[in-house]
């Protein structure tokens, strides 16, 4: 139990009236170190966490408990997804590399959504599900050009 | 205008910007006010304290706000634009369609450089590649924002919205938020630069950028292109007749015309004296009678010596070099009348107070 207490402390932001806070600051997130308790044995996943609001979804790339709710406190956030275009046509990634390689080293799960934007990313080798995807995609594309030009 | 730009694009600057004689020279014609640089801003936190203090304290005090002055008149580069340079990392025929807009992956680790990250594109037909300087810009500043700066960039900018801004003159404020704006490889930075440069040229309006950091970059950008006949002038009007001569030497250095260098280091001598008596403002007031006679006139007969020499150098420049000679040779006839006055004066006082 002191352990959490000690690690709770650790979420109040400190408010330094100097530096001046950016109005988009998040409220009521823990920080993306994060406050989530954890055993050294369970089974640990990197998976998407849903934020964002209703008909607007906003992911963060977490890492928790497998056990556990996607709302919980999570151990570490090492990304996020934004997966509605922006206005230049492009779907906004971020990882940080240097702790995901750190926690598959420590035999964390990869969800199957994380691995296909690692794959797309470059990291991991493509997931055959984007292949299908692309394979359909194309497929779709070729059915409608046909039935255009009969 | 175009012909500018094509120079900046094609030859770098930034080896002649970086030298240490130029630098030296620029930070000298730049000369440090102290009253311009701590001058009142326009900010929320804008308070004056007063102390009682003995002389010493005063002295330490004037001397931390010297080196405070250096700091903050550190000149923004000059350098060549960038070309992007985006590189292939994989191509992908079966990734083909496989969504129907582009993924934009980003490396957040923490403790890297903005210009270190990276910032590689997913396009749809599948191609992995690095982005272009200008996405990652937008990038990093959507992930990493710096203080000021906004992703979209500011109206202000504009064609238009920036010739009212000239014409109004607010020439530093305009050169401020560009250095937050733009970086300094950006082709950006360099086409409102060098606009706001010719307009001061045209207006001028020198004395506005005097003792900014813009003051420095503004004369070697006048110096590169061979326009300094407007700030000489203005020079030997305000009576910088050093800052006249250093200007030219820079143009000299810039475009690889041979010079005489003696004149520099005469200079150098003067100009070092110069800037002990300014630091030790307080030390003025206890010298004797012939300070004060100086100060009446507001020149010493070695400051006369310097004029001398410098005038011969700028005379030097009118015949040769100048491009608008007939302005400049009706000034410098100007500025010697009155200087001659001057000495004059000063003799006669000299004799009347009995000082040799």
């Given amino acids: ?150 | 205008m175009v012909r500018i730009l094509h120079i900046w694009l094609y030859k770098d600057p930034a080896p002649k910007f970086i030298d240490a004689e130029t630098q030296k020279l620029l930070k000298s014609i730049t000369r440090l006010q102290l009253d311009k640089i701590f001058r009142n801003r326009p900010n929320p936190i804008n308070t004056v304290e007063y102390k009682f203090m003995t002389t010493e304290e005063i002295e330490n005090e004037v001397k931390k706000a010297f080196t405070k002055a250096r700091e903050l008149l550190q000149m923004p580069p000059i350098v060549q634009v960038e070309q992007a340079n985006c590189q292939v990392i994989s191509k992908d025929p079966g990734l083909d369609s496989y969504s129907n807009c582009k993924y934009v992956i980003t490396d957040i680790t923490y403790g890297v450089n903005d210009s270190e990250r990276t910032i590689v594109v997913r396009q749809t037909d599948g191609t992995l590649e690095t982005a272009d300087p200008k996405l990652r810009k937008r990038i990093n500043q959507i992930y990493f924002p710096l203080q000021n700066r906004h992703i979209r960039d500011p109206r202000m900018f504009e064609e238009e919205n920036l010739r009212g801004c000239l014409d109004r003159h607010e020439y530093e404020f305009v050169l401020d938020r560009m250095c937050i704006q733009f970086e300094p490889f950006e082709q950006k930075f360099h086409e409102i630069s060098s606009k706001v440069y010719l307009h001061i040229n045209e207006t001028k309006e020198f004395d506005i950028l005097r003792s900014t950091r813009h003051f420095g970059p503004m004369s070697f950008f006048l110096a590169w292109h061979k326009m300094i006949d407007d700030l000489v002038i203005d020079m030997i009007k305000r009576d910088y007749l050093t800052n006249a001569v250093e200007v030219i030497c820079l143009m000299y250095n810039l475009n690889g015309i041979e010079y005489d260098k003696g004149i520099l280091k005469q200079l150098e001598q003067f100009t070092s004296s110069f800037e002990s008596r300014e630091e030790n403002g307080f030390a003025i007031a206890k010298k004797g009678l012939e300070k004060e006679l100086n100060e009446t006139v507001g020149k010493s007969i070695e400051q006369f010596k310097i004029d001398e020499a410098s005038l011969e150098f700028i005379d030097a420049f009118c015949k040769s070099h100048a491009i608008k000679k007939i302005q400049l040779t009706l000034c410098l006839q100007m500025y010697k009348e009155g200087n001659e006055e001057k000495k004059r004066l000063l003799e006669g006082l000299r004799k009347a107070h009995g000082v040799s």
């Fill in chain 1, 1 to 150: 139990m002191a352990n959490f207490a000690k690690l709770s402390r650790i979420s109040v932001p400190s408010r330094n009236p100097k530096i001046p806070v950016s109005p988009y600051a998040p409220i009521n997130l823990p920080p993306a170190s994060g406050i989530g308790k954890y055993w050294r044995l369970s089974a640990k996943a990197i998976r998407l966490a849903r934020h964002g609001c209703t008909n607007r979804p906003f992911y963060h790339v977490v890492v928790m408990e497998r056990r556990k709710n996607q709302h919980q406190p999570v151990i570490e956030q090492v990304g996020t997804y934004d997966p509605m275009p922006n206005e230049h046509d492009e779907k906004l990634l971020s990882f940080n590399f240097e702790r995901i390689r750190f926690w598959i080293g420590k035999g964390a799960h990869i969800s199957q959504p994380v691995a296909e934007l690692l794959g797309i990313s470059g990291f991991y080798p493509i997931h055959p599900r984007t292949y299908m995807n692309a394979w359909r995609n194309r497929q779709k594309a070729a059915e409608v050009e046909t039935k255009v030009t009969e």
